[in-house]
């Protein structure tokens, strides 16, 4: 089972920029979809972001369409998520997740991290 570690959470004001990291245990990481997800203080768990093992596609929620970025660096094992122009409303904490298939749900997903909390102010 692959063990998946979030990190780079923080607190930042509006209009602000994290970059969150997702770094993978084992030697299987390449062959997985990542997947991004978040949960805000009294809500569900929400697709954010996901891309294919290679890279080369990408699916975004259309709340961060245009402002988050995914990427990946099978070399590292790390999976990321920038995200700029953040708003009050990202504030959630931020799961990471493996996948078989690039879907924005959660059944398509099957390990999770323990998540990182992002926190942005007005």
């Known amino acids: 089972q692959v063990q998946l570690v979030e990190s780079g959470g923080g607190l930042v004001q509006a209009g602000g920029s994290l970059r969150l990291s997702c770094t993978a245990s084992g030697r299987t990481f390449s062959s997985y979809v990542m997947g991004w997800f978040r949960q805000a203080p009294g809500k569900e768990r929400e697709f954010a972001a996901a891309i294919s093992w290679s890279g080369a596609n990408t699916n975004y929620a259309d709340s961060v369409k245009g402002r988050f970025t995914i990427s990946r660096d099978n070399a590292k094992n790390t999976v990321y998520l920038q995200m700029n122009s953040l708003k009050p409303e990202d504030t959630a904490v931020y799961y990471c997740?493996?996948?078989?298939?690039?879907?924005?749900?959660?059944?398509?997903?099957?390990?999770w991290g323990q998540g990182t909390q992002v926190t942005v102010s007005s």
């Open positions: 997740a493996t996948g078989r298939v690039l879907v924005l749900a959660e059944w398509g997903y099957d390990n």
